[in-house]
């Protein structure tokens, strides 16, 4: 069945849209002149855009992971899953755009490394070139995006021929690529993240980091996607999709908050426990200074999940998952505004109209973006081998 | 007091499964069917209630969190305030990161094993209990179902045999049992 997107959902994400452009406007105007205030844009930019970005490039993961592994139950959501991943290029157009700028600002204090007046003062910046240096950086960076973005094309090209000529050639080429993308992306999930991320406390160091934010995004992209198909099963478009497709997605929901909990908790734990000065300086910014945010922020995302959908019914009501999900949408986008914030800004970090703004206005375009990308292919895949196992899973 | 037990047996699944649909229509409750493994979608049809036994693990689990920390809090804390790495447990919660590893995995400890016990004895499968299925060959190749007449007042033995009868069963055996 083709999705067709109705007033009342343009509207809202126009109106998101609106009101966060003019929430940015207003946020840039009443602090244009405060110390600080261009970090503070480009900060912001960094968060918001990421933030999307990551939800689209965890969507990716997700469906590559689903081909390597040959999921049957999932056939009948795989164009939900689709839609969210295609997120992926207007992420990195934006995230793109922001990380441009701030190259041109000399690291605009986000990026001390890259300024080379700080690298000239301090011997740990001067020692890490090799690695953190603007050309080097952009090789990656460039890297990173077109591997994403070529998988992401591939499978959208393949998915969409399979409904027209199906045939289990184009399946099993689909499996070889799913597991060709994890191999890159083990490797890229962990340094993109010491790049775009880890690099902002430029002096600081955690083996764990990469896997922390991949299971931020990993987590955030399921929530989307679950939040999607039951907006669609509700507007009576996805007539295969029962109970059981929604649970499993509950599920992964509920495991991957425990993988992000587990990481989060096993990275302050060693360093707490260890307790050597130049690994301490991360969580002492952050427990000073936002303790607050920091420890509501693991507790919203670790507890609710935990508490909430720890039962066989919730994972099944509609209701619940919304609310849970919107919760730990909310809990991830604070972990990444700490995780960027932290180090950006430091003790000068505050959530005010231009935070809100930014987020309100990338939440509006991304819903718009996914909603336009539903429309583009038939909700449920036609010719997927495993589509029968699929309308038929019961657990 | 004793009753008698009509023991169907059937050497596919698929056809055990529609036979029991019809008994079932029929209004006869079948008691209990024999498998070599789990069969897909027989609970909602002989009318098994659904497992409590996720509540259970969680008990199970919240019993071991409130053991691991009072042991922790005892251990470490009151008894003999243990320094290590140079960080002496005055208090419990100034330190509690470092009893979350232990705790998680008593947790997990008490729940599993709990859960594992439980099923067992659910079951009446713990080791050394008498086995409680009618044929060994349930474990190998044979599926079957059991049909207490004491549970089907109204219903005659013969009655249910006719009705059996064109389920495709491979074996019928009938039994008195005290």
Same mark, same amino acid.
């Given at each position: 069945?083709?999705?067709?997107?109705?007033?009342?959902?343009?509207?809202?994400?126009?109106?998101?849209?609106?009101?966060?452009?003019?929430?940015?406007?207003?946020?840039?105007?009443?602090?244009?002149?405060?110390?600080?205030?261009?970090?503070?844009?480009?900060?912001?930019?960094?968060?918001?855009?990421?933030?999307?970005?990551?939800?689209?490039?965890?969507?990716?993961?997700?469906?590559?992971?689903?081909?390597?592994?040959?999921?049957?139950?999932?056939?009948?959501?795989?164009?939900?899953?689709?839609?969210?991943?295609?997120?992926?290029?207007?992420?990195?157009?934006?995230?793109?755009?922001?990380?441009?700028?701030?190259?041109?600002?000399?690291?605009?204090?986000?990026?001390?490394?890259?300024?080379? /007046?700080?690298?000239?003062?301090?011997?740990?910046?001067?020692?890490?070139?090799?690695?953190?240096?603007?050309?080097?950086?952009?090789?990656?960076?460039?890297?990173?995006?077109?591997?994403?973005?070529?998988?992401?094309?591939?499978?959208?090209?393949?998915?969409?021929?399979?409904?027209?000529?199906?045939?289990?050639?184009?399946?099993?080429?689909?499996?070889?690529?799913?597991?060709?993308?994890?191999?890159?992306?083990?490797?890229?999930?962990?340094?993109?993240?010491?790049?775009?991320?880890?690099?902002?406390?430029?002096?600081?160091?955690?083996?764990?980091?990469?896997?922390?934010?991949?299971?931020?995004?990993?987590?955030?992209?399921?929530?989307?996607?679950?939040?999607?198909?039951?907006?669609?099963?509700?507007?009576?478009?996805?007539?295969?999709?029962?109970?059981?497709?929604?649970?499993?997605?509950?599920?992964?929901?509920?495991?991957?908050?425990?993988?992000?909990?587990?990481?989060?908790?096993?990275?302050?734990?060693?360093?707490?426990?260890?307790?050597?000065?130049?690994?301490?300086?991360?969580?002492?910014?952050?427990?000073? /200074?936002?303790?607050?945010?920091?420890?509501?922020?693991?507790?919203?995302?670790?507890?609710?999940?935990?508490?909430?959908?720890?039962?066989?019914?919730?994972?099944?009501?509609?209701?619940?998952?919304?609310?849970?999900?919107?919760?730990?949408?909310?809990?991830?986008?604070?972990?990444?505004?700490?995780?960027?914030?932290?180090?950006?800004?430091?003790?000068?970090?505050?959530?005010?109209?231009?935070?809100?703004?930014?987020?309100?206005?990338?939440?509006?375009?991304?819903?718009?973006?996914?909603?336009?990308?539903?429309?583009?292919?038939?909700?449920?895949?036609?010719? /997927?081998?495993?589509?029968?196992?699929?309308?038929?899973?019961?657990? | 007091?004793?009753?008698?037990?009509?023991? #169907?047996?059937?050497?596919?699944?698929?056809?055990?499964?529609?036979?029991?649909?019809?008994?079932?229509?029929?209004?006869?409750?079948?008691?209990?069917?024999?498998?070599?493994?789990?069969?897909?979608?027989?609970?909602?049809?002989?009318?098994?209630?659904?497992?409590?036994?996720?509540?259970?693990?969680?008990?199970?689990?919240?019993?071991?969190?409130?053991?691991?920390?009072?042991?922790?809090?005892?251990?470490?804390?009151?008894?003999?305030?243990?320094?290590?790495?140079?960080?002496?447990?005055?208090?419990?919660?100034?330190?509690?990161?470092?009893?979350?590893?232990?705790?998680?995995?008593?947790?997990?400890?008490? #729940?599993?094993?709990?859960? #594992?016990?439980?099923?067992?004895?659910?079951?009446?499968?713990?080791?050394?209990?008498?086995?409680?299925?009618?044929?060994?060959?349930?474990?190998?190749?044979?599926?079957?179902?059991?049909?207490?007449?004491?549970?089907?007042?109204?219903?005659?033995?013969?009655?249910?045999?006719?009705?059996?009868?064109?389920?495709?069963?491979?074996?019928?055996?009938?039994?008195?049992?005290?």
């Amino acid at each position: 069945m083709e999705f067709s997107i109705n007033n009342k959902a343009k509207n809202t994400a126009f109106g998101l849209m609106g009101g966060g452009l003019l929430l940015a406007i207003i946020g840039i105007i009443t602090s244009a002149g405060d110390d600080h205030f261009l970090t503070r844009l480009m900060t912001n930019g960094l968060i918001s855009t990421f933030f999307f970005f990551a939800i689209g490039l965890g969507a990716l993961f997700f469906l590559a992971l689903n081909y390597a592994t040959e999921s049957g139950w999932y056939a009948v959501v795989k164009r939900i899953i689709e839609a969210v991943a295609g997120l992926l290029p207007y992420g990195i157009a934006l995230f793109g755009l922001v990380l441009l700028t701030i190259s041109f600002m000399k690291g605009a204090h986000i990026y001390t490394w890259m300024d080379p /007046h700080t690298v000239a003062h301090d011997k740990i910046i001067a020692g890490k070139t090799p690695y953190l240096n603007l050309v080097f950086f952009w090789i990656r960076t460039l890297a990173y995006f077109t591997t994403y973005i070529l998988f992401l094309r591939g499978f959208r090209k393949r998915s969409l021929l399979e409904d027209e000529i199906g045939g289990t050639e184009l399946h099993f080429k689909n499996y070889r690529r799913g597991a060709t993308f994890l191999v890159f992306f083990a490797v890229f999930s962990s340094t993109s993240s010491w790049d775009w991320l880890m690099s902002i406390d430029v002096h600081w160091f955690s083996t764990l980091f990469g896997w922390y934010t991949f299971a931020g995004m990993w987590v955030s992209a399921l929530v989307v996607i679950v939040m999607t198909t039951l907006y669609l099963k509700k507007l009576g478009y996805l007539p295969y999709v029962n109970d059981s497709h929604i649970h499993d997605i509950g599920k992964w929901i509920f495991a991957i908050s425990f993988l992000w909990s587990y990481l989060w908790f096993s990275q302050y734990m060693l360093i707490w426990y260890a307790n050597i000065g130049e690994e301490v300086t991360y969580y002492v910014m952050r427990t000073e /200074h936002y303790k607050i945010l920091y420890f509501g922020m693991f507790f919203i995302n670790f507890a609710f999940p935990m508490l909430i959908l720890m039962s066989r019914d919730a994972k099944r009501d509609a209701g619940i998952l919304m609310f849970v999900g919107v919760i730990i949408l909310i809990g991830h986008w604070l972990d990444v505004y700490i995780m960027v914030s932290g180090g950006s800004l430091g003790q000068n970090a505050k959530i005010g109209f231009l935070e809100i703004g930014f987020v309100l206005l990338l939440l509006g375009f991304f819903i718009y973006v996914l909603l336009r990308n539903l429309t583009k292919a038939p909700l449920t895949p036609v010719n /997927h081998p495993f589509l029968d196992e699929s309308i038929h899973h019961d657990i | 007091m004793s009753d008698k037990v009509i023991y #169907a047996m059937y050497g596919d699944d698929e056809v055990l499964k529609s036979g029991a649909k019809k008994l079932v229509s029929n209004g006869i409750k079948i008691a209990e069917v024999y498998s070599p493994f789990p069969i897909h979608g027989i609970d909602p049809i002989i009318g098994v209630k659904g497992t409590r036994l996720g509540i259970m693990a969680f008990l199970y689990g919240l019993t071991g969190l409130a053991l691991a920390t009072f042991g922790m809090y005892y251990f470490m804390v009151v008894e003999w305030k243990m320094n290590i790495g140079g960080k002496p447990n005055f208090t419990y919660a100034e330190n509690m990161l470092a009893f979350i590893p232990v705790t998680f995995e008593f947790t997990v400890l008490c #729940a599993a094993h709990g859960m #594992a016990i439980k099923y067992l004895l659910l079951n009446r499968t713990l080791p050394g209990m008498p086995a409680q299925n009618p044929d060994p060959r349930t474990t190998d190749d044979k599926f079957v179902m059991e049909i207490r007449l004491s549970e089907n007042h109204g219903f005659t033995d013969d009655q249910v045999e006719s009705l059996l009868k064109d389920t495709g069963f491979v074996e019928l055996e009938k039994k008195i049992i005290e």
